[in-house]
């Protein structure tokens, strides 16, 4: 099956909503970020299972409904107020740095699209920032990691114990502001201690993941990135993604999953 014949959403008039609408339209987008990201010499890198989409299927994976990238924390910072500058008339930049209404626990920033509207299956991740709703582009962020489990957990753990304190809160409509600063101040605190290491990772923000067995990369399996084509497009992807998607999929990524499995996974709704 490919994406053309996925139907996401049957409208009223009879016609359909397909994953391959949704896959122009993230695309449009990604060129659009791409572009941004390049002009101010900002590091960036397809992640996860776009990644494994590049790599794969030079492109989208047929059946996937999101697409994700990653970049390193001090470029994150910098890219937050360019992005907001230069994407403002068409895209609105979601991300706790400029909205404390952002939840902490998801990917550091989602770059959504306005006049668009989408719903996903995980309420407990829902957003709560309520001026947009948008199809998005979600930017993980990435710090310097330390091989040593000694000098990595005390930090790791700390945000493991904070994430459920986080959700409760959540759960109640009450913005446990404080808290999200102190997540977030542990984890540059982390990327700090560790700027000579030669190893990188998911920030400490991202605790879906065992605190024993974190997703870890050398960095010089990831920069400097390469470039990668993508439904006719490039865009950057680490420099030996073999070796990373090995980690960050499995090492059998080369490998499809069962057919039964071969479905969109997050959208609830959508509105394009």
């Known amino acids: 099956m490919n994406a053309q014949e996925i139907i996401l959403k049957q409208l009223d008039d009879g016609t359909a909503i397909t994953l391959k609408d949704l896959h122009n339209i993230l695309l449009s987008m990604m060129k659009d970020v791409d572009q941004v990201l390049r002009q101010h010499n900002i590091p960036y890198f397809l992640n996860g299972g776009s990644a494994l989409g590049a790599y794969r299927h030079h492109g989208f994976i047929p059946w ?67 001026d947009s709703d948008g199809v998005f582009i979600d930017v993980f962020v990435y710090s310097k990691v330390n091989a040593s489990k000694v000098k990595d957990l005390p930090l790791r753990l700390l945000n493991q114990a904070l994430m459920p304190v986080i959700v409760f809160f959540e759960n109640l409509n009450i913005n446990p502001v404080w808290i999200k600063k102190w997540f977030k101040w542990n984890a540059k605190v982390y990327h700090q201690l560790n700027l000579k290491s030669k190893w990188v990772g998911f920030d400490l923000t991202w605790t879906f993941k065992s605190a024993l067995n974190p997703f870890v990369f050398k960095e010089d399996d990831i920069f400097p990135c390469q470039e990668m084509d993508f439904e006719g497009e490039r865009f950057f992807v680490p420099k030996n993604i073999e070796t990373y998607l090995e980690t960050a999929i499995a090492p059998t990524f080369r490998d499809l999953p069962p057919e039964e499995l071969r479905k969109p996974k997050h959208l609830k709704d959508i509105e394009l």
Do not use: Q
């Open 64 to 130: 996937d409904d999101d697409i994700d990238i990653a970049m390193m924390m001090d470029d994150f910072k910098k890219a937050i107020p360019i992005l907001e500058d230069e994407l403002k008339d068409k895209y609105i930049i979601h991300c706790f740095e400029t909205r404390s209404c952002y939840n902490v626990l998801i990917p550091g920033m989602k770059i959504r699209l306005k006049n668009t509207n989408i719903k996903e299956f995980n309420e407990l991740l829902s957003n709560k920032c309520k």
